[in-house]
């Protein structure tokens, strides 16, 4: 069968053979089609509201073409499927059609189901291509891991980059692979029983090869700003071509190439006062268009916590997205298994482990309650939601390539407490969410890449180093200078993943145990999160965590006991239930003698 997305703008493979090719260019006073094998460009007709046209036989499926903007400017097409020579080249006109899927019968799987691993293209294999992780599906499936989100792929400029500096947000970048192997990778997972989730960059362009303001500078507005300059006008004169432009990229990716979901990043840089804003009217379009046909699950990072968007209705059912990235218990984990306590770790220094309570039982830490990092209140109230409204995370690419030098927790944690933090995440009623290698104690390095030119290349590696100069062992500028400079190439090469190492004794160990929690998990958490739970929690002592959550249709309570810290607690209450998981062998035996050791982490399951 064939999926293809309807776009109302952009080049169009018509059924009769012909191309459509459609731009709005507001500013322009003539748009033309130049054809890599035409010797002048065709001219485009001008409709109403900036729109220009071209139905033209002269161009098909797999011809590279540039709009001329009046006499001069050649600009690749910000609707582009495909851009093979960078975001400076011309696109190629891409017929969907011609990609023959086999995944007739997938309708996905349900939310609760979810254990995603974030992966970078780029640096998960040593392909660095979209066939060098369809290689890898069938480790992860053993893995246990149900669904891999992608990083950005939108084209970026330059061989390598995270993917947030993206500025043609409908072709997945050239480095990787084709269209088709992208698809080829989705259909594969989709074979194996896998979703696929693609990280998507709605408040902002990157800095190279955005050529919209020449010709539309509608897309942008002074009257919000955002830590990248200018906001997306998503809320001022002609935004509804705007809204438009990214309300079709997100059905594009979920329809034409059956993405499973999609993960919108850092929506609180997203400033819009319309009613409904942007998020909500995103939420509605995808939730009206595959209404019950197939599992589409979307979720956000935002920092502000804002609950409402997260909101089910009295059926329980999703309005606009499914979950957030929950940074409240990354943060309040990091603390309590690391003691590290500078910039946002300042919020979380003083009583993580209540705080880490109110994420496994409530959602967010910070409800409304005052930030002294953010020098405000934050968030909204969040305990009405299910837990599977909440992502929980241990790391990801922000919370390690954000570091200085790329450095994994299993660097900064004593072991012991990382697997006590890993046996917490995984079991918990939130979906777990890992970055590719954790499992297996990677010790390759997630750093900060790009691949710049010139004075944008400077500025970036300035900037980067000057990042850290609030930080005291960073406060020297020679200090600094041995921050990884992001535009080498050596940069992006430490960073990809080191799979040779995978068999000896101390990685294996670590994959093992990362399998058996998913294993238990997947046996014994999964079946019971039908329903909201009535959760609540204790701290015991000072570094005791008791989480209990009732089911109340099936009566059946699973109860979570903790000891977050390097001393034994002695005479701990057993629950009752069957204790289904423990973090080491160690603890199973102290319950038999009345004390549970440093660090240690049990699971009971009541029916």
């Known amino acids: 069968m064939e999926r293809k997305h309807a776009m109302p703008f952009g080049a169009e493979c018509l059924p009769n053979g012909n191309v459509r090719f459609r731009l709005w260019a507001p500013k322009a006073h003539s748009v033309g089609v130049s054809l890599s094998d035409g010797d002048a460009a065709l001219p485009m007709t001008q409709q109403n509201d900036g729109w220009y046209e071209l139905t033209t036989s002269e161009a098909k499926d797999g011809s590279l073409y540039q709009y001329q903007i009046g006499a001069g400017l050649k600009v690749p097409d910000p609707a582009s499927r495909f851009q093979p020579q960078d975001v400076h080249g011309p696109s190629e006109v891409i017929n969907p059609s011609g990609f023959e899927w086999q995944d007739s019968d997938w309708r996905g799987r349900p939310w609760k189901e979810a254990v995603i691993y974030e992966l970078h293209v780029g640096t998960f294999s040593p392909e660095g291509t979209f066939a060098g992780v369809e290689k890898k599906l069938d480790y992860l499936v053993d893995l246990g891991i149900t669904a891999i989100e992608l990083m950005p792929l939108s084209d970026f400029s330059g061989k390598r980059n995270w993917g947030y500096d993206g500025v043609l947000p409908f072709a997945p970048d050239s480095s990787y692979g084709r269209p088709d192997d992208l698809k080829h990778l989705i259909q594969s997972a989709h074979a194996k029983g896998m979703m696929v989730f693609l990280d998507v960059v709605y408040n902002h362009f990157g800095p190279d090869g955005n050529y919209l303001r020449e010709y539309s500078p509608e897309f942008f507005t002074n009257r919000h700003s955002t830590p990248w300059g200018d906001g997306i006008n998503f809320d001022g004169e002609k935004s509804r071509t705007v809204r438009d432009f990214f309300l079709n990229n997100a059905l594009y990716w979920l329809e034409e190439y059956h993405f499973d979901g999609l993960r919108l990043d850092a929506v609180h840089a997203i400033l819009d006062d319309c009613k409904p804003d942007i998020l ?79 994420c496994l039982t409530q959602g967010f830490a910070y409800q409304g309650e005052p930030s002294e990092y953010h020098n405000a209140p934050r968030g909204e109230p969040s305990r009405h939601l299910p837990p599977t409204a909440f992502v929980s995370f241990l790391q990801n690419h922000d919370q390690i390539g954000n570091r200085a030098f790329g450095d994994r927790i299993l660097d900064i944690a004593d072991p012991q407490a990382l ?73 992006f090469t430490r960073s990809k993943l080191d799979w040779t190492t995978i068999n000896e004794p101390l990685h294996h160990n670590w994959s093992e145990f990362y399998r058996t929690l998913l294993t238990v998990r997947r046996e014994q958490i999964i079946p019971h999160l039908m329903n909201k739970p009535c959760a609540k929690f204790t701290v015991h002592e000072t570094t005791g965590l008791i989480v209990n959550w009732k089911f109340g249709v099936e009566n059946t309570t699973l109860t979570l006991v903790a000891n977050l810290g390097a001393s034994i607690i002695a005479n701990p209450q057993r629950p009752i239930g069957e204790l289904i998981c423990t973090n080491t062998e160690a603890v199973t035996e102290a319950w038999n003698q009345k004390d549970f050791p440093a660090w240690s982490v049990a699971w009971f399951l009541n029916r």
């Not at 009295?314 to 990235?325: G, I, M, T």
């Not at 690391?338 to 309570?357: K, M, N, R, V, W």
Request: with cysteine.
């Open 419 to 491: 697997r006590a933090a890993v046996s917490i995440l995984l079991l918990a009623t939130a979906p777990p969410l890992l970055f590719m290698g954790e499992e297996f104690g990677a010790k390759t390095p997630f750093l900060f890449f790009c691949d710049f030119e010139g004075d944008l290349a400077k500025a970036v590696t300035e900037g980067r180093r000057n990042e850290f100069a609030r930080f005291a062992k960073f406060s020297s500028e020679e200090t600094r200078s041995q921050i990884p400079d992001p535009n080498a190439e050596e940069t």
């Open 280 to 358: 909500e009217e995103l939420g509605e379009v995808v939730r009206k268009k595959f209404g019950s046909e197939r599992h589409v699950h979307l979720i956000l990072e935002n920092g502000d916590n804002q609950a409402n968007y997260l909101e089910r209705d009295q059926n329980q059912n999703v309005r606009w997205f499914d979950a957030q990235w929950n940074d409240d218990i990354h943060h309040a984990l990091h603390v309590l298994i690391t003691g590290e306590h500078d910039g946002y770790y300042s919020d979380y220094s003083e009583q993580p482990l209540a705080q880490l309570g109110r």
